[in-house]
């Protein structure tokens, strides 16, 4: 069975080639970047994608379809009600959503051991829907996962379906659950050494 | 490292005493227990826990404190606007919000092959948030869930944010989430011989 990844050394050298040309290119979450270089400094593991989390606003013909989403809006620090008024001004057509989303890593490890280890800190350190995403020779796949979420509609077509005293309502709920999962962020930036 | 689950046998055998409990109390989601049964009866497999998805009305001090949460209305099937206005009259203190979660399984493996297998054929009928929950001797634990899902803040201590109209709309997105994740089930059930 699968207790290791083979050829890990080549995918790392691979992942961090595709990491620094995101670098380059100011694709990676400025907030993740310190957490990204300790892990990665860790000879058992390798990153290969990452959020820091986020707030958005975004515009779907129904729920669920990725493909055909435009975000509106997007951030990953604390937002103002009038930068999200700002995004839904643009909305025209299908539904319209209010979305957080915890911070997302996936992370390569060299053995299952390795994998587990990394799920088990993670757990503790509050990111609780942590698993192990994919198993296989050519990938054991570690994904850190938080709790905070939100799915709030807000409209379809045009058509607003709440008020401004609502979403300033979800924008404060929203900025509560974005400090709390960016503190566990630091948290398990200071605590991954101990790997 | 944990390529099997140490005294599979036993556990099952508890877990089965478990569930034969849980089922004679009416605790089990009714349209879940075909599946229930379908997996148990495979020998590499045992079920720990299940809910077949359910759309909810919740009152919670903040959000995440599932401690001190209280269900105003749960249901394991499709709702009408009516039986949602019932549960928010009920609420008195602290956040009220709408909720919907896809269904979720918790399967023990008995060996890591095994719960790669049904991680993988249960992504490939749409579960795609499935995982490897948690790897050790004692357990090798495989969560199957789905993408649906809402978390929609409805009003604080007493107070409602939102209209009819708009309880209305987010009711029938929310039936519309149980449709797609019941058929996701269905299809598992019919699927799950294959193991």
Same mark, same amino acid.
């Given at each position: 069975?699968?207790?290791?990844?083979?050829?890990?050394?080549?995918?790392?050298?691979?992942?961090?080639?595709?990491?620094?040309?995101?670098?380059?290119?100011?694709?990676?979450?400025?907030?993740i970047?310190?957490?990204?270089?300790?892990?990665?400094?860790?000879?058992?593991?390798?990153?290969?994608?990452?959020?820091?989390?986020?707030?958005?606003v975004?515009?779907?013909?129904?729920?669920?379809?990725?493909?055909n989403?435009?975000?509106?809006?997007?951030?990953?620090r604390?937002?103002?009600?009038?930068?999200?008024? #700002?995004? !839904? $001004? @643009?909305?025209?057509?299908?539904?319209?959503?209010? *979305?957080? /989303?915890?911070?997302?890593?996936?992370?390569?490890?060299?053995?299952?051991?390795?994998?587990?280890?990394?799920?088990?800190?993670?757990?503790?350190?509050?990111?609780?829907?942590?698993?192990?995403?994919?198993?296989?020779?050519?990938?054991?796949?570690?994904?850190?996962?938080?709790?905070?979420?939100?799915?709030?509609?807000?409209?379809?077509?045009?058509?607003?379906?709440?008020?401004? #005293?609502? !979403? $300033? @309502?979800?924008?404060?709920?929203?900025?509560?659950? *974005?400090? /709390?999962?960016?503190?566990?962020?630091?948290?398990?930036?200071?605590?991954?050494?101990?790997?």
């Amino acid at each position: 069975m699968f207790l290791y990844t083979k050829n890990f050394d080549e995918q790392k050298a691979k992942a961090m080639e595709g990491l620094r040309k995101a670098l380059a290119e100011n694709k990676v979450d400025e907030d993740i970047i310190p957490l990204l270089e300790k892990l990665n400094a860790l000879e058992n593991y390798f990153t290969t994608s990452s959020c820091s989390g986020r707030i958005s606003v975004m515009e779907m013909p129904h729920f669920g379809d990725k493909v055909n989403s435009v975000w509106l809006g997007k951030w990953h620090r604390e937002v103002n009600v009038g930068e999200v008024f #700002d995004a !839904i $001004e @643009r909305h025209s057509s299908g539904q319209l959503w209010f *979305l957080v /989303r915890s911070p997302i890593l996936h992370v390569g490890a060299r053995t299952m051991e390795d994998a587990v280890r990394l799920l088990n800190l993670a757990i503790g350190l509050g990111f609780k829907y942590s698993n192990i995403k994919s198993v296989s020779h050519r990938k054991l796949l570690v994904e850190i996962r938080s709790t905070e979420r939100m799915d709030v509609p807000l409209g379809e077509d045009g058509e607003l379906w709440v008020s401004e #005293d609502y !979403i $300033e @309502r979800i924008v404060a709920i929203a900025n509560d659950q *974005l400090r /709390r999962f960016k503190g566990k962020l630091k948290r398990l930036e200071e605590e991954i050494g101990k790997l």
